[in-house]
Structure formats: C-alpha cells, structure tokens
T-cell receptor
Framework: KAGVTQTPRYLIKTRGQQVTLSCSPI?????VSWYQQTPGQGLQFLFE???????NKGNFPGRFSGRQFSNSRSEMNVSTLELGDSALYLC?????????????FGPGTRLTVL | DQQVKQNSPSLSVQEGRISILNCDYT??????FLWYKKYPAEGPTFLIS?????DKNEDGRFTVFLNKSAKHLSLHIVPSQPGDSAVYFC?????????????FGTGTLLAVQP
C-alpha cells in the first residue's frame, strides 16, 4: 500500500513569491492535516481537512491557506513568502478524525525562502 | 506559548540500557497523548499512545507513563537498540477525540551507542 506522498520534495523560492505544496493521502484516507516544522519550534499544526471541509486551523496568518479535493488530495498555499516561512512542511493522512485513527505522515516538502 | 515541552534536546544511551524521554504539558484539557519517532528525511511515524484515563500503556519495548497531576509523561525504551536512534516527539490532543489536531513538543534526539 503506497504511503503519503508529497510533492515537490524540495523547493527554493524568493521573498514575496507564492508557493503551492501538494499532498496525496493513503488510498481510502479522507482526513489530511498539515504541519510546519522549524528548528526549535517542533511541528506546528496548520490545518486539518476532512471530506473537502476545513475542520480545524492553527495560529498562522492568512497567507497560509489550503484546500482538499474530492479525491482527498490536498494542497496548501503560502502567499507573499517571508524568510521565516523556510521550513519542512509535513502532511499526515488518516481514515477519519479522532483517537482511533492513526495519522501517517509523508516525508515532507523542504521549502527554502531566499 | 509552548503547551507541550520536551526540555531535553538530546539524550545518549548505551545499547541494552533503558532510554527515558520526558515530556511536560500545560493544558489540562489534553486528553490523549502520543509519541512519534522521526528519522532524517522521513516523516514522523507513530510509536505509542495513551489516553488520559490511563496511567500506563505498554507495547513491546516501549512503555508510556502518564502522571496527570504533574502534567508529565515519559517514554521508556527497554532495551535500547542502535536502530532506536532518532528524534522523538511527544504530542497531545484535546477535544474528546473528534479532531486530528496535535500539539507537538520540540523533540528529543536519542542516540543509542553500540
């Protein structure tokens, strides 16, 4: 069974640009969550989608947005990039929300903002 | 405001000995706790979890202890093996299991020396 895939794996952008990251969940999984990992901050929750609806959102500015498609694939977008947006962006998928649904993480997209 | 704290950035242990990783939290509404392991260039993988109604959960070499009064949990690995060398993240959830939102600590790098 294929795992969670994220594309691209590496990305270099300059300040002010925008970027779109993609996440394909495990087949049959309908929930996708996004996290930002930076040194010293651990993983910080960005948002959670289930059946194309955003169920939860973390404390990030409006420059960070996301969506989920009918096939459960998800994208996140960051507009007007800042140097501080350089991070590893991870997505995780699960069958549904809640304790009994293990979340499986993808390998992440490493974004560097110059 | 770091609601989940892992105060030891790194830990070094001899093979065969016990590894004890600690985690403290401040939000008394957290009702579910998890440990994830992360190797370089890979996403975190789920290790073990515990709900707030329990004080111990065991899975093979891994045991998680929860002390709610102290808002403290720990992960014990016995015996430690070189393949356990990785970054370990503690995570917490609230909301009665209706959400996939996890609050992560900053991680502890475990090095198991052969």
């Amino acid at each position: 069974k294929a795992g969670v895939t994220q594309t691209p794996r590496y990305l270099i952008k300059t300040r002010g640009q925008q970027v779109t990251l993609s996440c394909s969940p495990i087949s049959g999984h309908r929930s996708v969550s996004w996290y930002q990992q930076t040194p010293g901050q651990g993983l910080q929750f960005l948002f959670e989608y289930f059946s194309e609806t955003q169920r939860n959102k973390g404390n990030f500015p409006g420059r960070f947005s996301g969506r989920q498609f009918s096939n459960s694939r998800s994208e996140m977008n960051v507009s007007t990039l800042e140097l501080g947006d350089s991070a590893l962006y991870l997505c995780a998928s699960s069958r549904a929300s809640g304790w009994n649904n293990e979340q499986f993480f993808g390998p992440g997209t490493r974004l560097t903002v110059l | 405001d770091q609601q989940v704290k892992q105060n030891s950035p790194s830990l070094s242990v001899q093979e065969g000995r016990i590894s004890i990783l600690n985690c403290d939290y401040t939000n008394s509404m957290f009702d579910y706790f998890l440990w994830y392991k992360k190797y370089p260039a890979e996403g975190p993988t789920f290790l073990i979890s515990i709900s707030s109604i329990k004080d111990k959960n065991e899975d093979g070499r891994f045991t998680v202890f929860l002390n709610k009064s102290a808002k403290h949990l720990s992960l014990h690995i016995v015996p430690s093996q070189p393949g356990d060398s990785a970054v370990y993240f503690c995570a917490a959830s609230e909301g009665g299991g209706a959400t996939n939102k996890l609050i992560f600590g900053t991680g502890t790098l475990l090095a198991v020396q052969p």
